[in-house]
Protein backbone atom coordinates (compact mmCIF):
# COMPACT_ATOMS: atom_id res chain seq x y z
CA UNK A 1 0.00 0.00 0.00
CA UNK A 2 1.80 3.42 -0.86
CA UNK A 3 1.93 5.71 1.76
CA UNK A 4 2.81 9.44 2.19
CA UNK A 5 4.11 11.36 5.38
CA UNK A 6 5.52 14.42 6.62
CA UNK A 7 7.81 14.64 9.78
CA UNK A 8 7.21 16.40 12.10
CA UNK A 9 3.15 16.25 10.89
CA UNK A 10 2.69 20.12 12.60
CA UNK A 11 5.77 22.40 12.57
CA UNK A 12 6.41 26.03 12.51
CA UNK A 13 6.04 27.59 9.22
CA UNK A 14 10.46 28.56 9.25
CA UNK A 15 11.15 24.80 9.91
CA UNK A 16 12.25 22.02 7.59
CA UNK A 17 9.93 18.73 7.69
CA UNK A 18 11.11 15.24 5.72
CA UNK A 19 8.65 14.40 3.39
CA UNK A 20 8.48 10.24 2.43
CA UNK A 21 6.80 7.86 -0.04
CA UNK A 22 6.63 4.98 0.75
CA UNK A 23 5.03 1.63 -1.28
CA UNK A 24 5.70 1.99 -4.94
CA UNK A 25 7.10 -0.15 -7.55
CA UNK A 26 10.69 0.35 -8.21
CA UNK A 27 11.40 3.13 -10.92
CA UNK A 28 7.83 4.27 -10.96
CA UNK A 29 6.80 7.54 -12.18
CA UNK A 30 4.80 9.55 -9.74
CA UNK A 31 3.47 12.74 -9.37
CA UNK A 32 3.58 14.42 -5.50
CA UNK A 33 1.37 17.67 -5.35
CA UNK A 34 1.55 20.05 -2.46
CA UNK A 35 -2.20 22.33 -1.67
CA UNK A 36 -3.38 24.66 0.64
CA UNK A 37 -6.32 27.14 1.09
CA UNK A 38 -5.65 30.51 2.27
CA UNK A 39 -8.01 32.29 4.69
CA UNK A 40 -9.84 33.99 1.64
CA UNK A 41 -10.68 30.61 0.22
CA UNK A 42 -7.71 31.19 -2.39
CA UNK A 43 -5.88 27.81 -3.21
CA UNK A 44 -1.84 27.79 -3.63
CA UNK A 45 0.25 24.11 -5.04
CA UNK A 46 2.95 23.06 -6.63
CA UNK A 47 3.59 19.60 -7.92
CA UNK A 48 6.89 17.86 -8.86
CA UNK A 49 7.53 14.96 -10.53
CA UNK A 50 9.65 11.91 -9.35
CA UNK A 51 10.95 7.87 -10.20
CA UNK A 52 10.96 5.75 -7.30
CA UNK A 53 14.45 4.39 -6.21
CA UNK A 54 14.94 0.61 -6.01
CA UNK A 55 13.04 -0.11 -2.68
CA UNK A 56 10.11 2.05 -4.18
CA UNK A 57 10.60 5.11 -2.22
CA UNK A 58 10.60 8.53 -2.59
CA UNK A 59 12.27 11.25 -0.47
CA UNK A 60 12.77 15.09 -2.24
CA UNK A 61 15.60 15.47 0.51
CA UNK A 62 17.58 12.80 -1.03
CA UNK A 63 15.87 12.27 -4.81
CA UNK A 64 15.93 15.19 -7.66
CA UNK A 65 12.28 16.52 -9.33
CA UNK A 66 12.49 15.85 -12.84
CA UNK A 67 9.83 18.34 -13.37
CA UNK A 68 7.13 20.07 -12.53
CA UNK A 69 6.80 23.62 -10.02
CA UNK A 70 10.94 23.11 -9.72
CA UNK A 71 13.72 20.47 -10.96
CA UNK A 72 16.50 19.57 -9.09
CA UNK A 73 17.20 18.31 -5.30
CA UNK A 74 14.83 20.54 -3.00
CA UNK A 75 13.97 18.77 0.30
CA UNK A 76 11.16 21.24 0.52
CA UNK A 77 10.54 22.53 -2.76
CA UNK A 78 6.71 21.46 -2.21
CA UNK A 79 6.26 23.70 -0.14
CA UNK A 80 8.95 26.91 -0.86
CA UNK A 81 7.57 26.30 -4.33
CA UNK A 82 3.76 27.06 -4.27
CA UNK A 83 2.12 29.41 -6.01
CA UNK A 84 -1.55 30.67 -6.54
CA UNK A 85 -4.33 29.58 -8.71
CA UNK A 86 -5.54 33.12 -9.39
CA UNK A 87 -2.61 35.09 -10.47
CA UNK A 88 -1.30 38.36 -8.33
CA UNK A 89 -1.96 36.62 -4.92
CA UNK A 90 0.42 36.71 -2.21
CA UNK A 91 0.46 33.66 0.41
CA UNK A 92 0.09 35.57 4.17
CA UNK A 93 -1.27 34.21 7.03
CA UNK A 94 -3.68 36.41 8.60
CA UNK A 95 -4.79 34.25 11.54
CA UNK A 96 -1.28 33.93 12.67
CA UNK A 97 -2.27 32.41 16.46
CA UNK A 98 -5.41 31.25 15.90
CA UNK A 99 -4.73 28.61 13.32
CA UNK A 100 -1.77 26.90 11.18
CA UNK A 101 -2.29 26.53 7.11
CA UNK A 102 -3.21 23.05 6.59
CA UNK A 103 -1.17 21.51 3.56
CA UNK A 104 -2.17 18.47 2.21
CA UNK A 105 0.59 16.05 0.24
CA UNK A 106 -0.50 14.18 -2.58
CA UNK A 107 0.49 11.15 -4.28
CA UNK A 108 -0.15 10.47 -7.99
CA UNK A 109 0.19 8.00 -10.49
CA UNK A 110 2.08 9.02 -13.86
CA UNK A 111 2.51 12.21 -14.55
CA UNK A 112 -0.08 14.16 -13.49
CA UNK A 113 -0.85 17.74 -14.80
CA UNK A 114 -4.33 18.49 -13.61
CA UNK A 115 -6.42 17.36 -10.93
CA UNK A 116 -9.63 15.11 -12.34
CA UNK A 117 -11.86 15.45 -9.68
CA UNK A 118 -13.17 11.72 -10.71
CA UNK A 119 -9.67 10.02 -9.80
CA UNK A 120 -8.25 9.61 -6.51
CA UNK A 121 -4.66 9.88 -5.24
CA UNK A 122 -2.05 6.77 -4.43
CA UNK A 123 -1.71 8.47 -1.12
CA UNK A 124 -2.61 11.25 0.81
CA UNK A 125 -1.92 13.36 3.75
CA UNK A 126 -2.28 16.60 5.76
CA UNK A 127 0.46 18.47 7.81
CA UNK A 128 0.55 21.64 9.76
CA UNK A 129 2.10 24.98 9.27
CA UNK A 130 2.43 27.62 12.15
CA UNK A 131 3.27 30.81 12.69
CA UNK A 132 3.49 30.94 16.22
CA UNK A 133 5.32 27.93 18.97
CA UNK A 134 3.17 26.29 21.68
CA UNK A 135 2.54 28.98 24.05
CA UNK A 136 3.47 32.06 22.44
CA UNK A 137 0.70 34.24 23.09
CA UNK A 138 -0.58 37.22 21.17
CA UNK A 139 -1.88 40.43 22.80
CA UNK A 140 -3.51 43.07 20.86
CA UNK A 141 -1.70 46.88 21.59
CA UNK A 142 -3.93 49.66 21.89
CA UNK A 143 -2.36 52.09 24.18
CA UNK A 144 -1.84 55.99 23.62
CA UNK A 145 -1.08 56.27 19.81
CA UNK A 146 0.08 52.90 19.34
CA UNK A 147 -1.70 49.77 17.43
CA UNK A 148 -0.30 46.38 16.58
CA UNK A 149 0.33 43.30 18.60
CA UNK A 150 2.86 41.54 21.31
CA UNK A 151 3.87 38.25 20.56
CA UNK A 152 5.42 36.83 23.91
CA UNK A 153 7.51 33.53 24.45
CA UNK A 154 6.22 31.79 26.92
CA UNK A 155 7.95 31.92 30.01
CA UNK A 156 8.64 34.99 32.61
CA UNK A 157 11.37 35.90 30.81
CA UNK A 158 12.70 38.49 30.49
CA UNK A 159 13.16 38.56 26.41
CA UNK A 160 14.73 40.78 23.97
CA UNK A 161 12.40 43.01 22.05
CA UNK A 162 12.17 43.50 18.68
CA UNK A 163 9.49 46.19 16.69
CA UNK A 164 8.26 44.85 12.77
CA UNK A 165 7.45 46.81 10.49
CA UNK A 166 6.28 45.86 6.80
CA UNK A 167 5.64 48.38 3.87
CA UNK A 168 3.59 50.49 1.71
CA UNK A 169 0.21 48.65 2.17
CA UNK A 170 -0.56 49.86 5.41
CA UNK A 171 -2.17 47.59 7.31
CA UNK A 172 -0.80 45.32 10.98
CA UNK A 173 0.96 41.73 9.51
CA UNK A 174 1.92 39.28 11.80
CA UNK A 175 3.32 36.05 10.67
CA UNK A 176 7.08 37.16 10.71
CA UNK A 177 6.59 38.71 14.16
CA UNK A 178 4.71 35.24 15.25
CA UNK A 179 8.02 33.01 14.01
CA UNK A 180 10.54 35.51 16.05
CA UNK A 181 8.63 35.07 19.20
CA UNK A 182 8.80 31.61 18.63
CA UNK A 183 12.80 31.73 18.70
CA UNK A 184 12.56 33.48 21.41
CA UNK A 185 11.90 37.65 20.90
CA UNK A 186 9.10 39.75 22.46
CA UNK A 187 7.97 41.12 19.33
CA UNK A 188 5.23 43.77 18.61
CA UNK A 189 4.32 43.91 14.91
CA UNK A 190 3.83 47.70 14.95
CA UNK A 191 0.99 49.41 12.12
CA UNK A 192 1.38 52.82 10.82
CA UNK A 193 -1.34 53.25 8.83
CA UNK A 194 -4.76 51.83 7.13
CA UNK A 195 -5.06 49.84 10.20
CA UNK A 196 -7.69 50.78 13.47
CA UNK A 197 -8.12 54.73 14.30
CA UNK A 198 -4.34 54.76 12.30
CA UNK A 199 -4.43 57.38 9.36
CA UNK A 200 -5.95 55.90 5.92
CA UNK A 201 -2.81 57.27 3.56
CA UNK A 202 0.41 57.27 4.64
CA UNK A 203 1.16 61.53 4.69
CA UNK A 204 4.35 61.42 6.92
CA UNK A 205 6.39 59.63 8.88
CA UNK A 206 5.81 61.05 12.34
CA UNK A 207 8.97 59.23 14.29
CA UNK A 208 7.53 60.03 17.59
CA UNK A 209 4.45 58.02 17.02
CA UNK A 210 7.50 54.63 16.41
CA UNK A 211 8.93 56.18 19.75
CA UNK A 212 6.16 55.84 21.53
CA UNK A 213 6.39 51.91 20.89
CA UNK A 214 10.14 51.75 21.42
CA UNK A 215 9.31 52.92 24.63
CA UNK A 216 6.34 50.84 25.39
CA UNK A 217 8.11 47.56 24.72
CA UNK A 218 11.02 48.42 26.77
CA UNK A 219 7.92 49.16 29.78
CA UNK A 220 7.00 46.12 29.24
CA UNK A 221 7.63 44.02 32.42
CA UNK A 222 8.71 40.93 29.88
CA UNK A 223 11.23 42.69 27.65
CA UNK A 224 14.88 42.71 28.51
CA UNK A 225 16.63 46.13 27.25
CA UNK A 226 18.33 48.74 27.97
CA UNK A 227 18.52 48.52 23.64
CA UNK A 228 16.04 46.72 21.40
CA UNK A 229 15.92 45.54 17.36
CA UNK A 230 13.65 46.68 14.87
CA UNK A 231 12.86 44.44 11.46
CA UNK A 232 11.27 46.06 8.38
CA UNK A 233 10.73 45.45 4.88
CA UNK A 234 10.60 48.02 1.82
CA UNK A 235 8.58 51.17 3.63
CA UNK A 236 9.12 49.54 7.05
CA UNK A 237 12.83 49.65 6.62
CA UNK A 238 12.99 52.85 5.56
CA UNK A 239 11.42 53.29 9.03
CA UNK A 240 13.90 51.24 10.60
CA UNK A 241 16.79 53.09 9.52
CA UNK A 242 15.46 56.85 10.28
CA UNK A 243 14.36 54.83 14.01
CA UNK A 244 18.36 53.59 14.07
CA UNK A 245 19.25 56.89 13.68
CA UNK A 246 17.40 59.27 15.93
CA UNK A 247 16.40 57.25 18.65
CA UNK A 248 19.53 55.94 20.92
CA UNK A 249 17.43 52.59 22.41
CA UNK A 250 17.74 51.11 18.88
CA UNK A 251 20.32 48.96 19.57
CA UNK A 252 20.19 46.46 16.40
CA UNK A 253 18.41 47.19 13.09
CA UNK A 254 17.83 44.39 10.05
CA UNK A 255 16.89 46.76 6.83
CA UNK A 256 15.30 44.29 4.24
CA UNK A 257 15.13 46.23 0.76
CA UNK A 258 14.50 49.38 1.72
CA UNK A 259 15.94 53.02 1.14
CA UNK A 260 18.42 55.62 2.73
CA UNK A 261 16.32 58.47 1.95
CA UNK A 262 13.17 59.46 2.48
CA UNK A 263 10.59 59.25 -0.45
CA UNK A 264 7.13 59.87 -1.17
CA UNK A 265 6.74 60.97 2.87
CA UNK A 266 8.62 63.41 4.86
CA UNK A 267 9.79 62.59 8.32
CA UNK A 268 8.75 64.79 11.14
CA UNK A 269 10.56 64.13 14.28
CA UNK A 270 10.44 66.77 16.84
CA UNK A 271 11.73 70.65 15.50
CA UNK A 272 12.90 68.22 12.77
CA UNK A 273 11.81 67.94 8.99
CA UNK A 274 13.52 66.04 6.30
CA UNK A 275 11.53 66.36 3.28
CA UNK A 276 10.83 63.68 0.77
CA UNK A 277 11.81 63.10 -2.70
CA UNK A 278 8.66 63.31 -4.83
CA UNK A 279 7.71 59.96 -6.81
CA UNK A 280 7.68 60.31 -10.52
CA UNK A 281 4.57 57.93 -11.21
CA UNK A 282 4.71 58.98 -14.68
CA UNK A 283 7.60 57.12 -15.19
CA UNK A 284 5.72 53.57 -14.20
CA UNK A 285 6.45 50.49 -16.75
CA UNK A 286 3.91 47.76 -16.80
CA UNK A 287 5.09 44.37 -16.89
CA UNK A 288 4.43 41.22 -19.91
CA UNK A 289 1.60 39.96 -17.23
CA UNK A 290 0.15 44.03 -16.58
CA UNK A 291 1.72 44.63 -13.03
CA UNK A 292 3.46 47.59 -12.19
CA UNK A 293 6.89 48.31 -12.38
CA UNK A 294 7.81 50.88 -9.65
CA UNK A 295 11.74 50.96 -10.21
CA UNK A 296 11.93 54.15 -12.34
CA UNK A 297 9.74 56.45 -10.36
CA UNK A 298 12.74 56.67 -7.82
CA UNK A 299 15.06 59.93 -8.71
CA UNK A 300 18.53 58.92 -8.22
CA UNK A 301 19.34 59.61 -4.80
CA UNK A 302 22.67 60.51 -6.14
CA UNK A 303 21.98 63.81 -7.49
CA UNK A 304 23.03 66.49 -5.47
CA UNK A 305 19.51 68.21 -5.12
CA UNK A 306 18.21 65.34 -3.55
CA UNK A 307 21.24 65.59 -0.27
CA UNK A 308 18.49 67.00 2.08
CA UNK A 309 16.36 64.05 1.79
CA UNK A 310 19.04 61.75 3.11
CA UNK A 311 18.84 60.04 6.52
CA UNK A 312 21.71 61.10 8.44
CA UNK A 313 22.66 57.47 9.11
CA UNK A 314 26.56 58.89 10.27
CA UNK A 315 24.16 59.19 13.44
CA UNK A 316 23.47 55.44 13.91
CA UNK A 317 25.40 53.89 17.68
CA UNK A 318 23.70 50.70 17.04
CA UNK A 319 24.06 47.57 14.30
CA UNK A 320 22.43 47.66 11.65
CA UNK A 321 22.23 44.24 8.82
CA UNK A 322 21.06 45.16 4.93
CA UNK A 323 19.49 42.69 3.60
CA UNK A 324 19.29 43.03 -0.23
CA UNK A 325 17.67 41.17 -3.31
CA UNK A 326 19.17 41.79 -6.40
CA UNK A 327 16.08 40.87 -8.76
CA UNK A 328 14.03 43.70 -7.06
CA UNK A 329 11.75 45.36 -9.41
CA UNK A 330 10.51 48.03 -6.72
CA UNK A 331 13.66 49.75 -6.26
CA UNK A 332 17.51 49.53 -6.30
CA UNK A 333 17.64 48.42 -2.98
CA UNK A 334 21.51 47.78 -3.35
CA UNK A 335 22.66 51.31 -4.44
CA UNK A 336 20.55 52.72 -0.92
CA UNK A 337 22.33 50.40 1.27
CA UNK A 338 25.48 50.83 0.25
CA UNK A 339 24.64 54.58 -0.32
CA UNK A 340 23.92 54.27 3.81
CA UNK A 341 26.71 51.86 4.70
CA UNK A 342 29.20 54.57 3.32
CA UNK A 343 28.28 57.48 5.46
CA UNK A 344 27.72 54.65 8.53
CA UNK A 345 30.20 55.07 11.32
CA UNK A 346 32.52 51.82 10.46
CA UNK A 347 31.94 48.38 11.39
CA UNK A 348 28.20 49.39 12.16
CA UNK A 349 26.77 47.81 9.25
CA UNK A 350 27.38 44.73 7.15
CA UNK A 351 25.38 43.97 3.72
CA UNK A 352 23.97 40.39 2.44
CA UNK A 353 22.90 40.75 -0.84
CA UNK A 354 21.67 38.31 -3.14
CA UNK A 355 21.75 38.03 -6.37
CA UNK A 356 18.10 36.79 -8.65
CA UNK A 357 16.31 37.34 -4.82
CA UNK A 358 13.43 39.85 -5.19
CA UNK A 359 11.73 42.56 -3.03
CA UNK A 360 9.80 40.49 -0.51
CA UNK A 361 12.38 38.59 1.37
CA UNK A 362 10.54 36.64 4.24
CA UNK A 363 11.61 33.79 6.19
CA UNK A 364 11.40 30.35 4.74
CA UNK A 365 7.96 28.60 4.01
CA UNK A 366 6.90 31.74 2.32
CA UNK A 367 6.63 31.22 -1.41
CA UNK A 368 8.25 33.67 -3.96
CA UNK A 369 5.60 36.74 -4.46
CA UNK A 370 6.85 38.10 -7.48
CA UNK A 371 3.88 40.40 -8.57
CA UNK A 372 0.76 40.75 -6.18
CA UNK A 373 -2.50 43.08 -5.52
CA UNK A 374 -2.15 45.71 -2.75
CA UNK A 375 -3.85 48.08 -1.32
CA UNK A 376 -3.62 51.62 -2.62
CA UNK A 377 -2.39 51.14 -5.81
CA UNK A 378 -4.73 50.71 -9.16
CA UNK A 379 -2.89 47.43 -10.74
CA UNK A 380 -0.95 44.81 -9.24
CA UNK A 381 2.83 45.75 -8.40
CA UNK A 382 5.85 43.93 -9.94
CA UNK A 383 8.18 42.86 -6.64
CA UNK A 384 10.59 40.88 -8.95
CA UNK A 385 12.72 37.36 -8.44
CA UNK A 386 13.51 34.46 -9.56
CA UNK A 387 12.21 31.09 -7.71
CA UNK A 388 15.35 28.94 -6.77
CA UNK A 389 17.75 31.95 -5.84
CA UNK A 390 14.84 34.08 -3.94
CA UNK A 391 14.50 30.97 -2.03
CA UNK A 392 17.95 30.48 -1.30
CA UNK A 393 18.02 33.87 -0.46
CA UNK A 394 14.80 33.12 2.30
CA UNK A 395 16.92 30.65 4.12
CA UNK A 396 20.17 31.79 4.66
CA UNK A 397 19.06 35.63 5.21
CA UNK A 398 16.69 34.35 7.72
CA UNK A 399 19.70 32.04 9.86
CA UNK A 400 21.70 35.59 9.35
CA UNK A 401 19.31 37.47 10.53
CA UNK A 402 18.30 35.51 14.27
CA UNK A 403 21.57 35.27 14.72
CA UNK A 404 22.13 39.15 14.45
CA UNK A 405 19.51 40.01 16.35
CA UNK A 406 20.62 37.10 19.41
CA UNK A 407 24.26 38.78 19.23
CA UNK A 408 23.67 42.62 19.24
CA UNK A 409 20.31 41.76 21.94
CA UNK A 410 21.55 38.85 23.62
CA UNK A 411 20.69 34.81 23.98
CA UNK A 412 17.34 33.91 23.44
CA UNK A 413 15.42 30.25 24.27
CA UNK A 414 13.80 29.07 20.88
CA UNK A 415 11.50 26.28 20.99
CA UNK A 416 11.28 23.26 19.31
CA UNK A 417 8.12 22.36 17.15
Same mark, same amino acid.
Given at each position: ????????????????????????????????????????????????????????????????????????????????????????????????????????????????????????????????????????????????? +???? #??? &???? !? =??? $? *?????? @? %????????????????????????????????????????????? +???? #??? &???? !? =??? $? *?????? @? %???????????????????????????????????????????????????????????????????? %???????????????????????????????????????????????????????????????????? %?????????????????????????????????????????????
Amino acid at each position: MVEVTVTPQSSLADRPVQIRVRGLSPSQLVTLRAWLKDEQGECFQSRAFFRADGAGEVDPGLHAALGGSYSGLWPMGLLWFLQPDTLFRRLVKRDVAGSPFRVRLEVWDGLSLGTDPREQPLASCEAERWYVGPGVQRVPIREGR +VRGA #LFL &PPGP !G =PFP $G *VIDLFG @G %AGGLIEFRAGLLASRGFAVLALAFFAYDDLPRVLAQLDLEYFEEA +VELL #LRH &PKVR !G =PGL $G *VVGVSK @G %AEVALAMATFLPQVAATVWINGTSFLYGNPLLYKELRIPAIPYHTERVLFTEVGAMDNSAIFDDPRDA %AHRASAIPVERIRGKVLFVVGEADRSFNSKLFAELALARMPPESGRLLSYPGAGHLIEPPGSPLCSNS %AIRGTPKPVAWGGELQPHARAQEHSWQEILQFLELHLGSVAAMKL
